[in-house]
């Protein structure tokens, strides 16, 4: 069966230099609202303040954790501090100074980190973490964003234990296999700062990682720094923008990326930062704009978004009010 | 002595789908379920918890066949996350039902303790149906394919998620709940 033919038009390309956009621009897949022709991305507008309740047992409950409450406390801060200090980033954030919490429960007022919290339904189950962000529709004002790790999550029944630096340390629970906490912890502060599920393997925000993954991409520090950009940037980077069309027809949800095509590493500065390709989604109108690119040779390569990231791991059909996204078509690159 | 679980996977290396979940097998998922269910999206509500500190979405299930647990012709299923005025609460990869979808659920009473469920394993015990032209129909939750190697075991259990037929998963979940 013949598959119709994907026309892409790349209205334009400028890898260097600043780009004034004329409709919001996504390098990632955003939390947030569409609203009419428009979305509206969830961000902070003031350096947010995180809480960690450090303890790893208490109110009947034992986290299967490899440390200690200081442990977790410096793999919590190392998590939040990998991308704070990413290029291209202006975002502080801050620790309580008013010391740890001792919240077991979801709070309104405390942007809160726990390893022992009730009322989340997690069970003994693959489920790790989650991270909780609360924001404004309207304005996408981040008001509160909270990270929940599973207390005894298990996999296929053997309990699953986070580790941490603290190597001397042993799990609670005997016969457990290891989740390295700070690649947990990594990726649910990427939600904690707005950011959604990537379709880029080997992003932070990829939804599917490797045992051992602590470091951002340059998808992941692109999505940063366009919600929170420098005024002066560390590495110059510009836009793609474009438009996705099959026989005429605007394609919605596609996924597209710049591949680089050369050895060049822009981020060469910051040797932490790995290099990949960055990527976004179409619009209902088909149109994409690929933000935080720095200065390369690129293909810009639009695919279906069927796997392995589909549109349940990041709903973007339904942030639209659109029933699903489309994926008939073969994947292109120019 | 610790064991390291290492995954070696079809198309790429994995072991967390954040917002982090491991990749359990359906007879796992089948095992931790109370409640296995065919099932239509009617109706879906948000409200606030008691403490008024998350918002929870409630959607009840026509339920079309029972492949685990006691027969019931609903049931309610309660997720984190929902949209209340003018707040949005989200957990990224947790997909809300629009009315009308029909998905396989496997459930677990939620901690509510009201009669509501939780979909076992976050959003893994949510399998999505899809009906494609030619008339065949799959379902998936979002996993995809995968092996992961447990060193302790010296064994490989593979994960389809993302590609079983309605019919494969059907008998897949009759038989582990049999066991």
């Known amino acids: 069966m013949t598959r119709p033919r994907l026309s892409l038009l790349i209205l334009f390309a400028l890898v260097a230099g600043a780009l004034i956009l004329a409709r919001p621009a996504f390098s990632y897949l955003p939390q947030g609202s569409a ?6 991305p969830a961000a902070w507008t003031s350096p947010p303040l995180w809480v960690i309740n450090p303890a790893v047992s208490g109110g009947g409950v034992t986290a299967n954790i490899a440390g200690t409450p200081s442990d977790v406390t410096s793999t919590m801060s190392a998590a939040f501090s990998t991308w704070v200090h990413a290029p291209n980033i202006n975002l502080g954030v801050s620790t309580s100074p008013y010391g740890d919490s001792t919240a077991t429960s979801p709070q309104n007022n405390i942007n809160l980190v726990c390893f022992i919290c009730t009322g989340l339904d997690f069970s003994a189950d693959g489920a790790l973490a989650v991270t909780i962000t609360s924001y404004n529709v309207t304005t996408g004002e981040l008001t509160n964003a909270s990270i929940y790790f599973n207390p005894a999550p298990e996999v296929d029944g053997t309990p699953v234990c986070f580790t941490t630096s603290d190597t001397n340390a042993s799990c609670p629970q005997s016969g457990s296999e290891m989740e390295d906490l700070q690649t947990v912890a990594t990726h649910e502060v990427g939600h904690f700062f707005g950011l959604d599920h990537s379709a880029i393997v080997r992003a932070i925000m990829y939804p599917f990682a490797p045992p051992v993954l602590t470091t951002l991409s340059y998808d992941d520090v692109a999505g940063m720094s366009l919600l929170y950009p420098k005024s002066t940037a560390d590495v110059q980077t510009g836009a793609i923008q474009g438009t996705v069309a099959l026989n005429g027809s605007a394609v919605f949800g596609a996924h597209v990326f710049a591949n680089s095509s050369t050895t060049a590493t822009p981020f060469s500065g910051f040797p932490a930062i790995r290099k990949t390709p960055i990527g976004t989604l179409t619009d209902p109108t088909g149109s994409y704009t690929i933000s935080g690119v720095p200065a390369d040779s690129y293909e810009v390569i639009a695919e279906p978004l069927d796997g392995p990231v589909a549109d349940g791991n990041v709903d973007w059909a339904a942030e639209w009010q659109q029933t699903e996204v489309e994926t008939d078509f ?3 690159w120019y | 002595m610790k064991h390291i ?3 070696v996977m079809i198309f790429m290396a994995t072991v967390a789908l954040a917002t982090s979940v491991l990749p359990e097998s359906v007879e796992q998922l089948t095992h931790l379920s109370s409640v296995v269910v065919e099932a239509q999206a009617v109706q879906s509500w948000a409200q606030w918890n008691e403490a008024h500190t998350l918002i929870f979405t409630y959607t009840r299930f026509s339920v079309s066949r029972t492949l685990k647990g006691q027969m019931q012709s609903s049931v309610t299923v309660r997720q984190l996350g929902g949209t209340l005025g003018n707040i949005r609460q989200k957990v990224s990869g947790v997909r809300a039902w629009r009315t009308g979808e029909q998905t396989v659920l496997f459930l677990r009473p939620s901690e509510a303790q009201d009669g509501t469920l939780a979909v076992t394993g976050l959003m893994q015990g949510n399998f999505l149906l899809h009906r494609a032209n030619n008339g065949s129909v799959t379902v998936s939750n ?6 992961r190697y447990d060193t302790r075991a010296n064994s490989f259990s593979e994960f389809h998620g993302s590609s079983l037929t309605l019919a494969n998963l059907e ?9």
């Open chain 2, 142 to 147: 979002g996993v995809p394919e995968a092996s």
């Open chain 1, 330 to 332: 073969t994947t292109r």
């Open chain 2, 171 to 179: 008998l897949r979940v009759l038989k582990a709940a049999k066991q």
């Open chain 2, 5 to 7: 679980l290492s995954f």
């Open chain 1, 35 to 40: 609203l009419g022709s428009a979305f509206v």
